[in-house]
C-alpha cells in the first residue's frame, strides 16, 4: 500500500503541487489522470525521490519514506517507468536490463524467466542496442527494466505514448497480469481515457496541482471522470 499525504512540490520559487493525498493498493491499479501540465508527472517524480518533495509524506507499507534519492527508493521496492522511456540507447536490450541489478542484492542478478514471458521481443533482441528498438519495443524494455527489482510499487508514466494500437494492448494484458499477482500496487499516470478507465479500478484526477476528484470507478463514474481530466 502507498500513502501519500498533503504532498507539495516546488520547482525553485514555482509550487507545482498543492497538498496531495492518494492511496494506491496492492493488487489494484490506481490512475492519475488530468490535462498537460496539472502535475501529474512531478508527482510521480515527488513519489520516486527523483525529485524531493517540499512537504508532506510517503509511505510504502506503513514505513514512512524520507525525503531520500531514487535509489535508495528503489531499494525499497519503488521502480519509476518514466515518461519518453528513457533506454540507454547504447546498451544492448540485455545490459538495459542488468542495468537494474544495482538495487538487489548479488545472489539475485539475473533476469528472470517471467520478464521474457511477458515480453518477448526482449528476448528475440536481447543484443540488440536499446535505442535501435522502435517505441513500443522502448516501452516494453523500460518495464521489463522496472520489474527487475522486483517491486512492491510500480509507476508508470504514460506507457502507451506514441505507441501503435497493438503494442498498446499487449502492454494493457501485461499491467493486468501484474495486479493479478495481488502483492504489487500501480500507479498509472495515462492520457489515454479509453484506456486507463478499461484498467484502473480507483482513480484521481489533478487540475492546477491539486485533487479535484477521487474515488473508486463505480462510484465516480466514467462522465464524471471523463468532465474533470477534459480541458
Not at 527489482?149 to 502492454?171: A, R, S, V
Amino acid at each position: 500500500m502507498l500513502e501519500v499525504k498533503n504532498l507539495t512540490l516546488h520547482y525553485g520559487q514555482s509550487q507545482i503541487l498543492y497538498d496531495v493525498s492518494l492511496e494506491a493498493a496492492a493488487g489494484q491499479i490506481t490512475c492519475l489522470m488530468g490535462t498537460n501540465g496539472v502535475g501529474k508527472t512531478s508527482l510521480l517524480k515527488a513519489i520516486a525521490g527523483v525529485h524531493p518533495r517540499s512537504g508532506g509524506t510517503i509511505a510504502l507499507d506503513g514505513e514512512t519514506l524520507g525525503v531520500v534519492p531514487s535509489h535508495v527508493l528503489a531499494r525499497k521496492g519503488i521502480a519509476y517507468v518514466p515518461q519518453g522511456r528513457e533506454v540507454f540507447p547504447l546498451m544492448t536490450v540485455r545490459e538495459n536490463l542488468e542495468s537494474g541489478f544495482g538495487c538487489l542484492p548479488k545472489d539475485q542478478h539475473m533476469v528472470p524467466d517471467q520478464i521474457y514471458e511477458l515480453f518477448p521481443v526482449l528476448k528475440e533482441m536481447q543484443n540488440r542496442r536499446g535505442g535501435d528498438l522502435s517505441g513500443g519495443q522502448q516501452q516494453q524494455l523500460a518495464i521489463g527494466r522496472a520489474l527487475i527489482i522486483q517491486p512492491k510499487l510500480l509507476l508508470l508514466d504514460e506507457p502507451t505514448e506514441g505507441i501503435q494500437p497493438n503494442i498498446i494492448q499487449q502492454i494493457g494484458r501485461v499491467i493486468e497480469y501484474l495486479r493479478d499477482q495481488g502483492d504489487m500496487a500501480i500507479l498509472l499516470v495515462e492520457q489515454y481515457f479509453d484506456f486507463a478507465y478499461g484498467l484502473a479500478e480507483q482513480f484521481y484526477a489533478l487540475r492546477r496541482g491539486q485533487v479535484v476528484l477521487s474515488g473508486a470507478k463505480e462510484m465516480v463514474g466514467r462522465d464524471a471522470m471523463l468532465e474533470a481530466v477534459s480541458v
